[in-house]
């Protein structure tokens, strides 16, 4: 069920939204991996996650718990490797689950800012991207997506996947690096240069 969706989701993308993947050589294709991307659109989790699909299967993502009201969509969602988040209290009963996704060798998708975000919005990113790399040392992909209106009514996405991120050189004992380190990767994410 799961490379058939994505294999539909892929082609929907490629038709209406020219889709552009830039970087894919930085998404390891093994191991625990953590793609920290920024959000701007419902589409953003399952346009990232069916072109990664293509070259790996072992994949969850942190999905906010308003989609799961719908039974057979929640289902469908956990199908595909949702994990459930309340995203107004700290999860941790999500995070215990995206810890375990990890540790089983897993790619994670996250939205470390927790939501979606407009170019003219402030949003401090959450702690849980800290919590994560201190428990699994998983490799962190800096993502960046972005949709260029080009004219069209849909416009194009362009995704990139920067080089990976080793956690194991920072200190999450230290509380200032615990705090602080959501806000490198976000800065980092956001200065990925994406040209047309």
């Known amino acids: 069920m799961k490379d058939l969706a994505t294999f539909l989701i892929r082609i929907f993308l490629d038709i209406f939204y020219k889709t552009e993947i830039r970087g894919m050589e930085n998404v390891p294709l093994e191991g625990k991996v953590i793609i920290a991307s920024n959000h701007i659109s419902n589409i953003d989790p399952p346009a990232i996650l069916s072109y990664i699909n293509k070259f790996r299967n072992d ?4 999905a906010k ?12 969602l956990r199908k595909m490797g949702a994990i459930e988040v309340d995203r107004q209290s700290a999860d941790i009963t999500a995070l215990k689950r995206s810890v375990k ?3 089983e060798g897993k790619l994670l998708l996250i939205f470390p800012e927790g939501t979606r975000k407009k170019e003219d919005k402030e949003i401090k990113p959450k702690t849980g991207i800290s919590f994560l790399a201190k428990q699994t040392k998983a490799r962190i992909v800096p993502t960046k997506i972005v949709n260029v209106k080009n004219g069209s009514k849909l416009g194009k996405i362009i995704i990139v996947f ?3 991120i080793d956690t194991e050189k920072y200190d999450f004992t230290d509380r200032r690096t615990f705090e602080e380190f959501p806000e490198i990767i976000m800065n980092r994410i956001y200065s990925i240069k994406i040209k047309e």
């Open 59 to 62: 994949t969850a993502v942190l």
């Open 65 to 76: 718990k308003e989609l799961f009201k719908n039974p057979l969509f929640g289902a469908f």
């Open 101 to 103: 996704a990890l540790n």
């Open 162 to 164: 920067d080089k990976p």
